[in-house]
């Protein structure tokens, strides 16, 4: 059975129908990327998945848990699915170290040196051990978001969301992230990605999904899709963003 | 007829700063604690709790402060509970300082980013840890140079409390003017006592207020 399984999801904002039956099914370890314009429904897609927007028809399965968006079930969801944000989201009154310790002390109930060894050896994965005492602001926009990545990590979960997140940083400090993902992809996690690094895509996904006005519009294998695209709508993507 | 040397207006004046002080304590405590409590029934984002703190700000930022003076101190007596001057002041004082206390607490709340819930959500924080570990510091942090600006406010609206007849600066004021007839030196000199009061604390807010919006 699949990790991430979605069946027929609608979602509509008032109405607005941003969602018009998706139907995906992700595998342990696969890497996804979804791919569209803006206003696709990419980002709503990713966000019902761990239960931040609530959907309205269908149904949504993440390992074995029924995903509602019910503050009870967005809390067990969340240890198995980690998220990463287009704008950080660390905590700037926290220093690094304890950004990436909140959760495994509060939410797992880790003692303080068990969490503090799991943020040290998850700050060392991102290559950021030595900035445990420093505060978010004095870090740059590549090093923030490596951060937000050491503060799901810290979480184990099975599957990992990116939503746009290194759409906010310089062009030079995108690499620094992307390699970050590219180790996690190496080691088996599964990254379900919105993005528009085209080249991340083809080089480490296993899957690119290109989503047109709240569907599937296209999806498969990323060297095969990304340079023989068979719609219109993709085609017209590409020769927009390559 | 007795005769008021300027000493003794004063020794009288600062006799009177006292219980200015004290009604301002008494009020600005008893405000920031219904404030509190008025703030946790907006967080919970039920809606009817929302309507009630709504009502409740409509109405004490909607009227004057004198107005709820003189129903507190009047209108309670009138319906058969005696309440002294004392009471009726705190009493209107905290619904003052509370119906302006919380919305200047929700806007410091506003402020925040979304992404903090959500960032705190996605790790599997509840409502109360979110507020407890990254809203209300961060909030308190914002919230603490509005809120000692706000406190002046309160030490001048204390000065209505001598019309339903407690005996604080102003009264002692109107009564020394009463006696010696000069009301420009009694009178500048409550002035100058209120302003002794109040010019640290807005000094303070600024100092708190710089100090905040430079470092986390």
């Known amino acids: 059975m699949s990790l991430v399984d979605l069946h027929q999801v609608h979602k509509y904002y008032g109405d607005f129908h941003v969602l018009k039956g998706i139907d995906l099914s992700i595998n342990a370890g696969e890497v996804i990327s979804i791919i569209g314009k803006s206003g696709s429904g990419k980002s709503t897609l990713l966000r019902c998945i761990n239960g931040l927007e609530a959907y309205q028809k269908g149904g949504i399965v993440v390992d074995g848990n029924e995903v509602t968006s019910e503050d009870v079930q967005v809390r067990r969801l969340a240890l198995s699915v980690g998220m990463i944000f287009q704008n950080f989201n660390l905590f700037p009154h926290k220093t690094v170290g304890e950004n990436v310790m909140l959760a495994p002390t509060i939410v797992l109930k880790k003692s303080k040196a068990e969490a503090e060894k799991i943020a040290r050896n998850m700050l060392e994965k991102v290559g950021l051990a030595e900035k445990f005492d420093n505060y978010p602001d004095t870090l740059s926009g590549g090093q923030q978001q490596r951060v937000a990545i050491a503060r799901a990590l810290a979480m184990s979960p099975k599957v990992l969301l990116c939503d746009e997140i290194t759409s906010a ?7 620094e992230v992307l390699k970050v993902l590219e180790t996690l992809a190496e080691e088996g996690i599964t990254l379900i990605l919105v993005t528009h690094e085209m080249n991340f895509a083809r080089e480490v996904g296993n899957r690119v999904v290109f989503m047109h006005q709240g569907k599937v ?19 017209q993507f590409l020769g927009a963003v390559l | 007829m007795i ?11 600062l006799f009177a700063t006292q219980w200015t002080i004290l009604l301002s304590l008494a009020a600005f405590i008893g405000g920031t604690s219904v404030a509190l409590a008025l703030t946790a029934m907006r967080l919970t984002g039920n809606s009817a709790m929302n309507m009630v703190v709504r009502v409740y700000v409509e109405i004490f930022q909607g009227t004057p402060l004198l107005m709820q003076m003189f129903i507190c101190f009047f209108g309670l007596s009138i319906l058969g509970y005696e309440i002294s001057a004392w009471s009726a002041a705190i009493l209107s004082l905290t619904f003052f300082t509370s119906a302006f206390l919380v919305e200047i607490w929700r806007g410091c709340i506003d402020t925040l980013p979304k992404g903090q819930w959500e960032a705190s959500r996605c790790l599997g924080l509840g409502f109360l840890q979110t507020l407890r570990h990254i809203i209300l510091p961060q909030a308190i942090r914002v919230a603490t140079a509005p809120t000692v600006g706000f406190s002046v406010q309160v030490i001048k609206g204390t000065a209505l409390a001598s019309i339903i007849g407690f005996v604080e600066l102003t009264k002692v004021g109107t009564m020394l003017n009463n006696a010696t007839f000069e009301p420009f030196k009694v009178f500048s000199l409550v002035a100058i006592i209120y302003f002794l009061l109040c010019y640290p ?3 303070y807010s600024k100092v708190l207020e710089k100090k905040f919006n430079v470092s986390r």
């Not at chain 1, 940083?169 to 690499?175: H, S």
């Not at chain 1, 296209?218 to 219109?232: A, F, I, Y």
């Not at chain 2, 005769?3 to 004046?13: T, V, Y």
């Open chain 1, 169 to 175: 940083l310089d062009p030079e400090l995108v690499g």
């Open chain 1, 217 to 235: 519009w296209e999806e498969g294998d990323p060297k095969v899709l990304l340079t023989n695209p068979q719609t219109d709508e993709l085609k």
């Open chain 2, 3 to 13: 005769e008021f040397s300027n000493l003794d207006i004063i020794r009288n004046l």
């Open chain 2, 201 to 203: 604390l807005s000094w």
